[in-house]
């Protein structure tokens, strides 16, 4: 999804649930190979480690009862468990 955030565009994927954004993060990485030229509309993150609050829009806000949501590259925990193969956890 297209975000401006601070008059550039990202492009970034959001994570959510019902009536719940937590957060946003931008590609790292864009492609522009072959067909593909993503850096014609979209700037690639380069702030490592750098969480920033991005305001929502109005009607985002109404529908989530959220003004702000983190925008950054997030390290998220697994709990120990990285996938599950034949039943077993490894």
Same mark, same amino acid.
């Given at each position: 999804?297209?975000?401006?955030?601070?008059?550039v #565009? /990202?492009?970034? #994927?959001?994570?959510? !649930? /019902?009536? $719940?954004i937590?957060?946003? #993060?931008?590609? +790292? @990485?864009l +492609? %522009? %190979?072959?067909?593909? *030229?993503?850096? #014609?509309?979209?700037?690639?993150?380069?702030? &490592?480690r !750098? !969480? &920033?609050?991005?305001?929502? &829009? $109005? %009607?985002? @806000? %109404?529908?989530?009862?959220?003004? !702000?949501?983190?925008?950054?590259?997030?390290?998220? @925990?697994?709990?120990?468990?990285?996938? *599950?193969? @034949?039943?077993?956890?490894?």
């Amino acid at each position: 999804m297209g975000v401006w955030h601070r008059n550039v #565009r /990202y492009n970034c #994927r959001i994570l959510l !649930t /019902y009536k $719940k954004i937590f957060f946003i #993060r931008p590609k +790292v @990485s864009l +492609v %522009d %190979d072959g067909l593909y *030229r993503e850096a #014609r509309h979209f700037t690639a993150w380069v702030k &490592e480690r !750098t !969480t &920033e609050t991005y305001c929502l &829009e $109005k %009607d985002v @806000s %109404d529908i989530t009862g959220q003004m !702000t949501v983190p925008i950054a590259e997030p390290v998220l @925990s697994t709990f120990g468990y990285i996938g *599950r193969v @034949s039943g077993k956890y490894f």
